[in-house]
């Protein structure tokens, strides 16, 4: 056994060019395969966490596209309709509901940095109930004219708490109170200012962009969602579920054409396997036979072949795993450059899991493209092959 493993990669390194690059045609294969699935992991995984950030079980929204609430809620995308906030006593009421707040998502001109800021108004006595996760320097807006700093807008103008901030919709500068801490997420980009003053900078003093509902008991959330659909109309009532839904079905079909891609990738490599064996076995036709000639067994020259693509898929599998590792920052620039959302984090890294299916599925495909190759070696006629 031992021997024929020898032998096995003894023929490998008598053609280093021809197997190097057929074990690169395979590593590229498992590198797109493992950084598919492993990006569709991350992506569900970060959806789940981002949606988690939330801190709110459904958002009660004007009549409208689901998709657009799915970018509110992640990105804070600005909704051209406005909730009247006199919904909020219906939805307070309503049985099961502990926390109803307004959220009001607008731009903001912000002429001393040359730059539009997006603004979130939001109750600040709520912050602390549905962000309890962030880190804040300073204190939580308590006056009118105190505001909020996400970490990002923080740290490119190098704002410090107690500093102030200028907007043509608001008279006076507004102070900034406090900075939420790095969250990895679109937190960090936002100004969050109390929802009066949002309402008076633009001009809409009950006006709401949505109304963010946490409920007591969660498995009571679709009794609590339809009594209010029936109560109030002209709202759109989406939970944290549907929005997930609604972003994982626009990646879909992004997901499904990679995996493709990525399928397409392994059949050419497996391709490659069986050639290039093939092509080392009709090289070596005579010195199989004479191997058949001083007693090697068919089934000792169909194990060698067999071994030889095995070594070819394992090492391709395993620095093709390596590739996916090293290039995932790349990968994951590439694909925000061409999603339409992409959430945020790590979405390529390292799972073992991942990285041994990717393998051990390349290492079956190369099994397969090796057989061919291996049964044609095992039939050759050693008396025949000798005399060429």
Known sequence: ???????????????????????????????????VFSFNRGFEQSLVQQLDKTGLHFMVVPSGCAHEVASLVLHGTVIPKYLDTGVMEQVLAAEGVTLATPILVAQLPNPAHGRIDLMYGIDMKTVRDIKPGWEITGTIPTAPDEILLGYEIAE?????????????????????????????????????????????????PTGATAIGVKVAHPEQMWNITDALSKEVPGIQIVTMGEVMNSISNLAASAKSLSLAIA????????????????????????????????????????????????????????????????GSRGIEAFVRSVMPYVPSGDLVQFEPSVALASIGFIFVVGLLAGLYPAWKASTINPIEAIKG
């Open 1 to 35: 056994m031992t021997g024929y493993l020898h032998l096995a990669i003894q023929n490998l390194l008598r053609h280093r060019t021809r197997s190097a690059l057929t074990m690169l045609g395979i590593a590229a294969s498992v590198g797109v395969l493992f950084a």
């Open 156 to 204: 490119h103008a190098n704002i410090k708490p107690g500093d102030t901030m200028s907007f043509p919709q608001h008279p006076t500068p507004l102070r900034v109170a406090g900075i939420i801490g790095n969250t990895s997420s679109p937190d960090d980009a936002f100004i969050y200012i109390p929802i009066t003053t949002a309402q008076q900078m633009q001009g809409n």
């Open 263 to 326: 399928l397409i990738a392994v059949l050419i490599s497996a391709v490659g396997v069986m050639n290039s064996i093939l092509m080392a076995v009709f090289e070596r036709t005579q010195e199989i036979g004479m191997m058949r000639a001083v007693g090697a067994s068919r089934f000792d020259i169909f194990q060698m072949i067999i071994k030889e693509t095995s070594i070819l898929s394992l090492a391709g599998g395993v620095v093709g795993i390596l590739l996916a590792v090293i």
